[in-house]
């Protein structure tokens, strides 16, 4: 994925066109995650240029056939479409109070899709995800930000007489002057650093800090405060910033709460089989609907367009 990346940015580099040929030449692993690469970016509808480095595979040269519209989908008539409605209606309440909740108290927020970077008083930059809210927490010895709701990139400006501290659900996470991500999700909040160290503190969890330097990634659960660490290369920390969701491993439930934030309307997974399947891959936030067909159809799920702000995600 980072080899796709960087050949987004620059694909006339001769020199990374080579390098790309050197290391799928260097081990048949390198390959198969190319071609991997290639089928995800051909599912939502972007064609690998003529020069790009190929494995051949036709696959990885085609676009989705167009889908046909109908009525009553298939597997969703009147009866569970009104289980459907019912459903929604009930998260609607949900996500209103919660949404209202966090913008009374912010002094940032976001909306559907919306990206948004936001200078502090010292300089420091915070650049919002969409559907995020953030207050701003500054005094004589401390400065930081509270993490209300969704996804934030802070990049601080160095100074040691006031540390800077952000603040989501019960987690601190203190820096002098670095680059780091923060997600609030449903179910725990995860912090990735891009350059720099950071310490991290949970009150629900032991009093030991754990401390991330670049390319680090800490995800503590909201209900137990169990955390786990991982690793990822410092460049694919915060792609949203650059229209794009790296995801490695993760569950379709999680990459479809993500997208979420990035479709107006809503997003229904009615099945848990299809909610616990496994994905990597990079996705463009710029076609949601083109990434949750890339996310389920490998899987053998379907996404179902009901209206432009309701898609259904289910299993045949």
């Known amino acids: 994925m980072d080899w796709l990346m960087r050949l987004q940015a620059e694909p006339d580099d001769p020199g990374l066109r080579r390098g790309l040929a050197a290391w799928m030449a260097a081990d048949s692993d390198h390959a198969r995650a190319w071609a991997q690469a290639e089928r995800t970016w051909a599912l939502i509808g972007t064609v690998p240029p003529a020069h790009w480095v190929s494995t051949g595979n036709p696959a990885t040269r085609k ?106 659900d019960g987690l601190a996470v203190t820096v002098v002057g670095t680059a780091f991500d923060v997600r609030l999700g449903p179910a725990a909040v995860t912090v990735s650093v891009k350059s720099g160290v950071v310490t991290v503190r949970h009150d629900g969890g032991p009093p030991a800090e754990e401390r991330l330097g670049a390319g680090q990634r800490l995800t503590v659960d909201h209900a137990g405060g169990r955390t786990v660490r991982g690793e990822l290369a410092p460049g694919d920390v915060a792609t949203w ?75 045949p």
């Not at 948004?116 to 995800?129: F, N, P, W």
């Not at 997208?259 to 990597?280: F, H, N």
Request: aromatic residues 6%; glycine residues 10%; positive net charge.
């Open 63 to 168: 676009t989705p056939p167009a889908r046909r519209r109908l009525p009553w989908p298939a597997g969703l008539g009147p009866v569970r479409l009104g289980l459907a409605g019912a459903a929604l209606a009930a998260s609607l309440m949900l996500m209103v109070n919660a949404d209202t909740l966090a913008r009374l108290r912010a002094d940032q927020t976001t909306g559907a899709g919306e990206l948004r970077s936001v200078t502090l008083a010292d300089g420091s930059m915070v650049h919002l995800g969409p559907r995020s809210a953030i207050a701003t927490e500054d005094g004589p010895g401390r400065r930081g930000v509270r993490l209300l709701a969704g996804e934030a990139f802070f990049e601080v400006k160095p100074n040691p007489a006031r540390p800077f501290v952000v603040a989501a």
């Open 241 to 315: 910033r650059e229209g794009y969701l790296f995801v490695d491993n993760a569950t379709v439930a999680e990459v479809v709460d993500e997208l979420r934030r990035y479709q107006p309307g809503w997003i229904l997974l009615e099945s848990d089989q299809l909610a616990k399947r496994r994905v990597t891959g990079l996705y463009d936030l710029r076609q949601p609907e083109r990434a949750l067909q890339a996310i389920v159809q490998p899987h053998g799920g379907r996404l179902r367009t009901l209206t432009p702000f309701l898609h259904v995600l289910s299993m």
